[in-house]
């Protein structure tokens, strides 16, 4: 009779540290949960964006545009909006030395945002959303240092053509340079 009492007891003490256990288990994952929620939650707002929708760094924002002055060029207007290496090479630089990052990164991010506007018909498509997202998160002496590097990367492949030095213009002026 002992014996039956001993093994009920300890049947109740397993099934109760089980029930403890799995308690605590339940309370970890809530935890984990919990932990991750603002990383679901920047998945979930981008999550239903696409392309130009997704930019919200300036430093991305400013690359686009430049990407944008250079599809703008004759070179690229007769080579079916492709960048000409020259003005590959003036964005790099222009990174490497206004940005201060490094080749890999001015050519991994290059790459990047010219992947994000290849789909793009015009180049003029980018400009508003991408001087929105400037505007609000740079100076007025980064904005004239972007109008320059615009400038810089127009004259890539030679004398910029009115459509570049329109493009700039229009630049400017959402910038609040015009003044």
Known sequence: MHILGIIIAVATAIFWVSRAARGAKDVMDVANTLRNMPRRMRFKNKAGKRGLDLIDNPMEAATILMVSVAKLSDYAATHDGLISGAS????????????????????????????????????????????????????????????????????????????????????????????
């Open 88 to 179: 590959t090479g003036r964005i790099i630089d222009i990174l490497k030395t206004y940005m201060k990052i490094s080749a890999v990164e001015a050519d991994e991010l290059l790459t990047q945002m010219r992947w994000t506007v290849k789909g793009l018909a015009q180049p003029d498509t980018a400009l508003a959303s991408m001087t929105t997202v400037l505007s609000a998160k740079i100076r007025r002496a980064e904005a004239d240092d972007l109008s320059d590097m615009l400038s810089k990367i127009s004259q890539a492949d030679g004398k910029p053509n009115p459509e570049q030095q329109a493009f700039i213009n229009r630049v400017r002026e959402r910038l609040g340079l015009e003044a």
